[in-house]
């Protein structure tokens, strides 16, 4: 840390050097006739100090993102080579002991078995008693997973037993820290490299504090050090070396405003690159983490997208893996589909009439308070509506229904959860139809008035049908904004996947499977993790689609009338 | 002439009918923003009256004995022998002094639950700031459980209380004491749990033959069995009842029925048995009578909600009755609400922690996206070539602005925390996954911006002899920068109500120490004030309803100065062309 | 039909020919926007099966004045008309008087073509079906023909009255709309400018047009043509600067113009 502010300051500080010495050579160059020079002579100052402090920043920068992982990679390959010779004797044990033996050549005989029984399965060349076959694969699958839990078991025996033996002196340390880390799993691993850089760096809190870890901390330090020192100076160097270039190069022709300007360019079509980085980051990850997902469920793609049900909970067991079913997630899209009418149903009609009445009928006074009002409608923020839904509209619908004599009444209803949301939409659909109304052109509205129509007359046989196609496009927008809504539906909605389209039942959504997936204890990598990343893609190509469609709609729209 | 008389006739002729379809049209559209504006008012309306509760709190002070032997187990008076000291249970002993008599195991942990234990460490701090408090008695002010709260507020029990008939004579028998009436004076009240209860036996009948048809008409064997067991629950509850029932029976009182309680004599008694002939009740001791016999004037205090309907005892409510009676309870204005960060006890729990975290998140928001927006904007609108890729951007740029929020908490958790290894729950993530989010709405809104300045003044900028970028920096900007200003802040004001995204970043942890306001602050684990009414609001605690109401009014407070800022801004550099 | 000037709005009025009934009247309307004036005491009357041209330089409320004739300035918030308008006798700023029946009486075509965006045959059938002035299909289609072949418009259309007016040439469009105006068989045609989006071509037929047109109605058509008033009005009324400057046959505007201010304008010399 204080390295780095250090040399964070002396960059600045050579920066504004840079600046000045810029502006010095320029005017010394210019022999006191500042107006022979091409630009001013700020210009070359910023010429400069951008020489200066560019590079080095840059490279910074890729220390800060890459150098904690080298450091990481070169302490502990050093501790794994410190390890070497226990990591032998470890290999050697297992080679020699009997029990490893017999189950690892359990291990690989079940392999096959299970590879043959599912390629059987699924290559439908299948004869004989199908169902008999699946529970003997589940069985098999069960069989599996005790001996590979009895491996690891006889495993970790036999390393205590060499860690044991491991004398207790800094190297032994040292090396029992290079052991540890070779043998741990992925996740376990990084844990304790994380533990490892807390102690040694008083990087938040370490989860535990041994020996083995101080020794990993000890190893780590150094080569930090180094790293972080080696860094400064490259940074400081490259700062130099960019000022003394710069330098060079003023002279009175120089053009170091266009050089600048070509700078701030650059950084501007950076800016604007960004968003196109979101778009590709959005798009990647979760089309790599699906394909991670669908490679877990062997590609039985079809039954996510058809089936009919949804218990990723179940699904983690390891039994069940394989077992059709548990990730279909028809049950979802069903009820964000329910939950989604339901709003729209609420949402079009108001929205579109309050958008009538406040571009038509109403007087500017009016229009003056209402419009506000429902402006502040849509600043609110979800989880208000969510909670106002769960407290407030929930219960009341409950009760309304178990007056009515509806006797399974839930608080936690498609219902509620739709109504609110359609309220929520409310805004959006009016203000996006305020428009579209509003850009149909009076002429419209003039010949229907002298052909004697009534105001409403002429709003639903002249303007509406000329609005059309803007007004789908706002409710296209609207249903995605439907679709894609988490808050109400977590909170009011319900979690169970239920299957209906009984609005007075709890349903699902997408988007709440996928806050219930990856909220609370998840562990990496399963299926059901990787699962919510899946709904996610297939989230964003939903509203993407809507999204370019509704786009195009309007843009069609506005050009017929401009 | 006469032919345009008929069509005269034939528009007159249907002109009612069209201006009542016109009428009608327009009261729709009334109705449809009537209906919008009645449902902000029931929104606001709603949520503030149920934040009431949560800005008074119901505080109990006591005088606490700081005994050296609890509090400074070293007996050197040492800041380490007095962060050992058992200062919850100085607590206990001054709850205690206050009803001696009560001693059984049992009832003494309902006493205790009158308070939370995390009060101790603010005694400890107290006494470890000012050492000389030790051996001495101190007034220290705790707020009362959550429970006993809302009773005091008179929000969760209902109760009523009304002088007793003619004499009562209290005998002591045993564990419990006998209330003998020298006339039917337990009647009324017998009557009107009979009544309810016959009320319940009657729903419960109903039900029970209602199962039966149903069970009768199903052909499923599965759903008939679970039909027909339900009905032989609902009728043996009804018997049950019935039997119970009997005028001429003793009326025994249990947890599903209405408490009813004695004060008589200076003591406190919960009735657990009335007699058949309504004269006397077999009773328990919760507060002693200050003598034991005959009492002039007793006064009969009947809870109508039900023990099992409530989350505080019978005994606990008597106590805090007590101890307001004398004076030790006072209702304040809970400045924890604003000064504490989150905790399991709704009534230590505040939303400084949230606060901080939204503070902290959404400057870094501001940081990256108010830039990045306005380079972006400015790129586009005054640099950019008209080609292929400008196009794309812009394409883009209309399509991120309508992705879900909760896909942006996806790639914040794919990339920043899964891919690079940020740390999960900090501001620093969750300010950069809503940056992300932000920076559609404050590019289209800069570039509204800068599209609005007129072509002139450029032009005259160019004109002599700027370059591109100097009319653009020296010009064009500043006389955008207002709406740029207000576009961004609106933007941010989305940011600070966002929630799902947060969620995904692990945002969502409970969090009982705010984040330093310093720089460390970014990658600590925080949360931020939308994510807090989330979790507050599916806690289980009553009291957590009222707090969640009142951390919604301080969320939509920080949005509306947000917005009020930006209305100003506009109001104030508003300049039309 | 006699006439009086208002006092102190000095419009001259020159004798008018005989053979002509008033349909339309106006005594002093002046219109107000936002309190401008706009139109002020404009006193005149409109002759029943004649064209009456509007001249004047822009701005000078020609717009304005026919606007107040069907009501078409209800429809602008800040608009007030003062004064009296009769359409046989009847007054049309009266409270009992509803726009809407009104408008059927007096149609109206505007500058811009404005077909609505239905077919060509919806575009027509607009008016008798929102007034219901036909009972049966049949009935509305032969109004569509007789109002299409009235516009001039049927040969061109008959084969496709399914497509959308939108899809018709701008002269095309004029005539539909006049057609759409005529299908309610209007007493009064107003028409604003309506050639001044179309080519030469167009203008011409529309011309022809507003001579058949003559035969039934009384037209009232603001121009900024001068050759266009000559050729098609029989009565034209010159505004200026909201007020009516000069009243009378079209021949003896052109030939004998009372007012300086009239001859400069139909001269050219401003506009
Ligand atoms: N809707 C309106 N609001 C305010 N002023 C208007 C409106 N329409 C016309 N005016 C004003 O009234 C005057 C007359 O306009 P108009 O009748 O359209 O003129 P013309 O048709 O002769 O060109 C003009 O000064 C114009 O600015
Ligand atoms: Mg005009």
Partial sequence: MQISVLVALTLLVLTAVGFLVGRRRALSAADGQPASLHSLPDYYGYYIALWTGAPALFLLAIYGIFGAALVNTLAFGQLERDAAPLIRGYEAALSQDADHQILSGRLDRLNDQIAGLRAELQGGTHSGDVEADVRRLSALTAERNQVQAGLAERRSEVASGIEARTPDTPAGRRALAGFEHWRATPERRELFIADARALAFDEGLASRDTPALRAAAAALQPVERLFQWSAAGAALALAVAGLAFARSRVSRRFRARDRVEGAISAVLLLASIIAILTTVGIVFSLLFESIRFFAAIDWRIHEFLFGTQWSPQIAIRADQVGQSGAFGAVPLFAGTALITLIAMAVAVPVGLFAAIYLSEYAGPGFRAWAKPALEILAGVPTVVYGFFALLTVGPALRDFALFLGYEDAVTQSALSAGLVMGVMIIPFVSSLSDDVINAVPQSLRDGAYAMGATKSETVRQVVLPAALPGIVGAVLLAVSRAVGETMIVVMAAGQGANLTANPLESVTTITVQIVMLLTGDQEFDSAKTLSAFALGLVLFVMTLMLNIIALRVVQRFRERYD | MTEARTIRDAVEARLARRHRAERRFQLYGLGAIVLAVAFLVLLIGSILYQSVPAFTAHEVTLEVELDPALVDPRGDGSEASLRRGSYNTVIQNALQAQFPDVDERSELRELFGLYSAVNAARLLNTVVDQPELVGARYAFSFPISDDADLYLKGRTVDERRAAGDGMLTIIPSEADVTLRADSPAFQPFADAIRAEAAAWADAAEARAAASWRSAQETIDADTREVLEAEAERAGALAERLRSRLAPDQALVLDAQAPSFLVEADGGVFRVRQISADRTSALAETVIAPAGTGAAERWTAWVLETPAAARLITDRQLVWVRALADRGLIENRFNTRLFTNADSREPELAGVMGALTGSILTVLVTMLLAVPIGVGAAIYLEEFAPKNRLTQIIEVNINNLAAVPSIVFGLLGLAVFINAFGLPRSAPLVGGMVLALMTLPTVIISSRAALKAVPPSIREAALGVGASKTQAVFHHVLPLAAPGILTGSIIGLAQALGETAPLLMIGMVAFIADPPSLGFSGFTEPATVMPVQIFIWSSSAERAFEARTAAAILVLLGLMILFNAVAIYLRRRFERRW | ?271
């Fill in chain 3, 1 to 271: 039909m006699d006439l009086t000037a208002p006092d102190g709005a000095a419009t001259l009025y020159h004798p008018t020919p005989a053979g002509l009934d008033p349909k339309v009247a106006t005594r002093e309307v002046s219109v107000t926007y936002g309190g401008k004036l706009a139109l002020d005491r404009v006193t005149l009357n409109v002759p029943d099966r004649s064209v009456t041209a509007c001249i004047g330089p822009s701005g000078c409320g020609k717009s304005t004045f026919l606007r107040c004739i069907n009501r078409m300035n209800d429809t602008i918030d800040n608009a007030k008309v003062t004064g009296s308008i009769r359409i046989d006798d009847e007054e049309v700023n009266d409270r009992s008087v509803d726009p809407v029946v009104l408008r059927a009486r007096v149609g109206m075509v505007f500058q811009k073509p404005n077909p609505f965006p239905k077919s060509i045959y919806d575009n027509i059938a607009y008016g008798p079906r929102i007034h219901g002035l036909a009972s049966s299909r049949e009935e509305l289609d032969a109004i569509v023909e007789t109002s299409l072949k009235k516009a001039g418009l049927w040969n061109e259309v008959a084969d496709r009255l399914a497509q959308p007016g939108t899809s018709l040439s701008g002269g095309q469009q004029q005539r539909l709309v006049i057609a759409r105006a005529i299908a309610v068989n209007p007493e009064v045609i107003l028409m604003d400018e309506p050639c001044s989006a179309l080519d030469p071509i167009a203008t011409a037929r529309i011309e022809e047009l507003i001579d058949e047109l003559r035969e039934n109605y009384a037209l009232v058509i603001v121009t900024h043509s001068m050759a266009q008033a000559a050729r098609v009005s029989q009565m034209t009324a010159f505004f200026h600067l909201g007020a009516l400057v000069e009243y009378g046959p079209t021949e003896e505007i052109f030939t004998n113009p009372l007012d300086q201010r009239t001859q400069d304008y139909i001269t050219g010399r401003f506009g």
